[in-house]
């Protein structure tokens, strides 16, 4: 299987370099690799995610050029402009780990390409990762996307625990802002949509040392 292609662009010469290093390694990830790249040749790249840091990111604004993900390296250089398009901005402050960048890239990709999958048809249940529709032969629920990031991930894990952690970090990458809160209270508003509209209890189950996990049998 071929490697993602994750560009990098940046105007601070240090992360420039860093990265630099970084995409010289062939073997940091099983699923993407790291290239750098220019205002003049990223358009040509079939992604729609950047590595870049303050500067760049504004430039890349200045130039309307559309991105749906950005790995901001904050180098505090300068505030990044208001964009108007809908570019979603994970922010890494300085001094960062290189681990933590490739953990969370790998997740997002990892994410995208569950949510690409073709119709999940189970013995009573049917979801489609592209509508995020649950439905059965009587009823249907539509899922936010970020209900459908914590749905696909517990259902990928076949019965087994999800710990508030890992799903922190699958589901937001940590952003900012964020924390066990904000999962519970999407994890709550889930369960409720489920209960409430597929008269269905118990599908996704919680123990507090272990976490959450998807009951499969039900579906």
């Keep these: 299987m071929s490697k993602s292609i994750i560009p990098f662009?940046?105007?601070?010469?240090?992360?420039?370099?860093?990265?630099?290093?970084?995409?010289?390694?062939k073997n940091i990830s099983e699923i993407f690799h790291f290239e750098i790249a220019?205002?003049?040749?990223?358009?040509?790249?079939?992604?729609?995610?950047?590595?870049?840091?303050?500067?760049?990111?504004?430039?890349?604004?200045n130039e309307d050029i559309k991105i749906k993900k950005v790995f901001l390296i904050d180098d505090s250089s300068?505030?990044?402009?208001?964009?108007?398009?809908?570019?979603?901005?994970?922010?890494?402050n300085v001094p960062f780990k290189m681990n933590d960048i490739y953990q969370r890239i790998e997740n997002n990709l990892i994410q995208y390409n569950i949510s690409s999958k073709r119709k999940l048809k189970y013995k009573y249940f049917t979801y489609d990762?592209?509508?995020?529709?649950l439905e059965?032969?009587?009823?249907?629920?539509r899922f936010t996307e970020?209900?459908?990031?914590?749905?696909?991930?517990?259902?990928?894990?076949?019965?087994?625990?999800?710990?508030?952690k890992d799903l922190l970090l699958k589901v937001w990458s940590y952003g900012v802002g964020i924390d066990t809160h904000t999962l519970e209270t999407h994890v709550y508003a889930l369960?409720?949509?489920?209960?409430?509209?597929?008269q269905v209890r118990n599908l996704i189950m919680?123990?507090?040392k272990k976490g959450y996990y998807l009951n499969k049998s039900i579906l």
């Design 9 to 25: 662009i940046f105007e601070n010469s240090c992360l420039n370099n860093i990265f630099i290093e970084a995409s010289s390694s």
């Design 206 to 208: 919680f123990e507090e």
């Design 129 to 133: 990762p592209s509508t995020r529709k």
């Design 78 to 92: 300068m505030n990044v402009k208001n964009q108007k398009n809908h570019t979603e901005i994970i922010k890494f």
């Design 191 to 198: 369960r409720k949509k489920i209960e409430t509209k597929l």
């Design 38 to 61: 220019d205002l003049k040749n990223i358009k040509t790249y079939k992604t729609d995610t950047v590595i870049t840091d303050n500067s760049a990111l504004n430039n890349l604004f």
């Design 136 to 141: 059965n032969n009587s009823t249907f629920l």
């Design 146 to 164: 970020k209900e459908s990031q914590i749905f696909l991930c517990l259902l990928e894990n076949n019965n087994s625990y999800v710990s508030k």
